[in-house]
């Protein structure tokens, strides 16, 4: 992986402005409700994909968000598409967003679809009138107070970074990932598949690139191939990711 990524610029406006804006909205943890920062250490969650930058995490069951690099072929995060990585359920790796100002829209307006998984829009909009049926107060929870200070994060992410909603946003993660399954040339367990290198390289290449993506979804403890993949990597250039893959499966 190239460590001279460069950050997003709107991922480094919002870690400033969380700095100062926390204070006025105090209720909530975090304005952003994320814990926002790149992360390029080769240590993380056994399925957090060896070629992506987690920037993003929830604080819950390990949900996070990653940039993916896919081996490389993304030179700029700012073009990198928004996988969600989540450990504890059966779909560890999913593309949520086009890029990173695409996936705060998402997180801003439509947290819940940006956040878990759903086989179908009923499902999705069923989920939705569920929440606001639970939106009350308690004697330990202030719903108002916190609902107003959402209010006020989100006048704050509009006016500040023009921070949108996506029109139809169920069908825009939907159309997304059509439009990567055509954009890969071979299929993979964690359904993000091996992107087409411009230019070409060997089959065998992308098969094994595809096998690290199939240990990872398996969180495979096959110690003699996690150690040959990892050492095909290194003679790739690819460091970074071969440390990664040892130190999520192994270690």
């Known amino acids: 992986m190239n ?18 804006f926390a204070n006025e909205v105090a ?3 975090k304005p952003s409700g994320l814990f926002l920062g790149l992360d390029y250490s080769q240590d993380g969650y056994f399925c957090t994909p060896v070629d992506s ?15 993916l690099t896919d081996f490389g072929v993304v030179k700029d995060l ?5 996988v969600r990585v989540s450990p504890m359920d059966n779909e560890r790796v999913r593309i949520v967003a086009k890029n990173i100002n695409d996936f705060f829209s998402l997180h801003f307006y439509n947290e819940s679809l940006a956040w878990n998984e759903f086989q179908n829009e009923d499902q999705y909009l069923s989920h939705l009138q569920e929440e606001q049926n639970r939106d009350s107060n308690s004697e330990w929870f202030d719903h108002d107070r916190w609902k107003f200070e959402k209010g006020r994060v989100l ?7 023009n921070i949108l909603p996506i029109g139809k946003p169920f069908t825009y993660i939907n159309n997304l990932r059509i439009e990567r399954s055509f954009q890969v040339t071979v299929n993979t367990l964690d359904s993000v598949g091996i992107k087409q290198f411009m230019p070409a390289v060997s089959n065998e290449i992308i098969d094994m690139l595809a096998l690290v ?23 790739l250039g690819y460091n970074h990711e071969a440390d990664s893959l040892v130190s999520r499966l192994l270690i």
């Open 3 to 20: 460590s001279n990524y460069k950050a997003p610029k709107l991922l480094q406006q919002l870690v400033e402005w969380e700095g100062y």
């Open 213 to 235: 993506r199939h240990l990872q979804h398996t969180c495979s403890g096959d110690k003699t191939l996690i150690d040959r993949i990892a050492n095909d990597l290194r003679l």
């Open 155 to 161: 006048n704050e992410v509009k006016n500040r970074f």
């Open 27 to 29: 209720y909530l943890e």
């Open 53 to 67: 930058i987690p920037f993003a995490s929830t604080g819950g069951d390990g949900i996070h968000f990653a940039l």
């Open 78 to 82: 700012e073009e990198a598409l928004v």
